[in-house]
């Protein structure tokens, strides 16, 4: 049964500064990896995908990176600003011809102006 | 149309009432996902569409929870006997393609009294 774990739940940062979000999995059999963003009350925003040959996607100020041998992926936000102030999402969909997603539980981030 | 629609957006109904709830996904779009968030936590697979049929229902808690897209288009998750604990934000997805990029609609936020 594939878990998905984000480190840390919740993260406080001052304007500008560089950061990073991180995903954990235990099956490494994914066929890629999805990050998003949920402002409260609303839907997910999809951020990058990253498929499962690739080692990172790059949009904008967001960088993501897939290790699928050691079950990681991380997500580093740079110059960060008051709008990036959301709950950040990582999603694996399960190898094996199912196509049931795992999502992690979040990391809430609040950008401080 | 534009994006991914569910209705309603809202729905209070009561204990041991049948509700039906509506996803409008991305025009051309094969897969359909359906998902439950329940605060504080990250969606919850329920069910995968392709096309018509549902190739993975594993997510659906039990028998009370049944989901259809008859034309391989709109889909409506149907809940019978709804109970207090059914409870919850319900989201649903499509992509382009089996295990392709996921877009999301608003949700439903269901609330039973």
């Known amino acids: 049964k594939q878990e998905v774990t984000q480190i840390p739940a919740a993260l406080s940062v001052p304007e500008g500064e560089n950061l990073v979000l991180n995903c954990s999995f235990t099956d490494s059999a994914i066929y890629n990896l999805q990050w998003f963003r949920q402002d409260p009350g609303k839907g997910l925003t999809s951020l990058l995908l990253?498929?499962?040959?690739?080692r990172e996607q790059t949009s904008g100020r967001l960088n993501a990176s897939l290790d699928k041998s050691s079950g990681r992926s991380t997500l580093y936000i740079a110059a960060s600003q008051p709008g990036d102030s959301a709950t950040y999402l990582c999603a694996v969909p399960n190898s094996g011809g199912y196509q049931k997603v795992t999502f992690g539980t979040g990391t809430k981030l609040q950008v401080i102006p | 149309g534009a994006g991914v629609s569910q209705t309603p957006s809202n729905k209070v109904t009561e204990k041991g009432k049948y509700v039906e709830l509506r996803c409008d996904p991305i025009s051309g779009h094969t897969a359909l996902y359906w998902y439950r968030q329940s605060l504080g936590q990250g969606p919850e697979f329920l069910i995968y569409?392709?096309?018509?049929?549902?190739?993975?229902d594993s997510g659906l808690p039990n028998d009370r929870f049944f989901a259809v897209r008859p034309e391989g288009s709109v889909s409506t998750l149907k809940i019978q006997r709804t109970e207090r604990g059914d409870s919850a934000v319900y989201l649903c997805?499509?992509?382009?393609?089996?295990?392709?990029?996921?877009?999301f609609g608003p949700g439903t936020r269901l609330t039973v009294l």
């Open positions: 569409f392709q096309g018509t049929g549902a190739a993975d």
């Open positions: 990253i498929q499962s040959s690739q």
């Open positions: 997805a499509s992509s382009k393609e089996a295990v392709g990029e996921q877009f």
